[in-house]
């Protein structure tokens, strides 16, 4: 059974910093393509980065340059660094695997609020 759990999320001023984890098993983790995506109400879902089995990454134009992808195959676990975080970046945020299928994570909140 694939399972991937996100933590990290929160409430965070402007300006600051999070970072998000997401724990996956059930997949064979080093073989397989990771995202991020993220939904604000009345929007939807969008690729925020992705980070492939050979390392390759790439972001959405909003991102770039503030987010940084990585992935730890040891600890099969992907992460994303949110720096310089704007009010526009407040979503849930899910974690994204491929393997043969996709699947999803349940989802962490991220609020960016003065």
């Known amino acids: 059974q694939v399972q991937l759990v996100e933590s990290g999320g929160g409430l965070v001023q402007p300006g600051g910093f999070l970072r998000l984890s997401c724990a996956a098993s059930?997949?064979?983790?080093?073989?397989?393509?990771m995202g991020w995506y993220r939904q604000a109400p009345g929007k939807q879902r969008e690729l925020v980065a992705a980070?492939?089995?050979?390392?390759?990454?790439n972001y959405a134009d909003s991102v770039k340059g503030r987010f940084t992808i990585s992935r730890d195959n040891a600890k099969n676990t992907v992460y994303l660094q949110m720096n310089s975080l704007k009010p526009e970046d407040t979503a849930v945020y899910y974690c994204?695997?491929?393997?043969?299928?996709?699947?999803w994570g349940q989802g962490t909140q991220v609020t960016v609020s003065s």
């Open positions: 994204y695997a491929w393997e043969k299928s996709g699947y």
């Open positions: 059930g997949i064979f983790f080093s073989r397989n393509y």
């Open positions: 980070i492939t089995s050979s390392g390759f990454t």
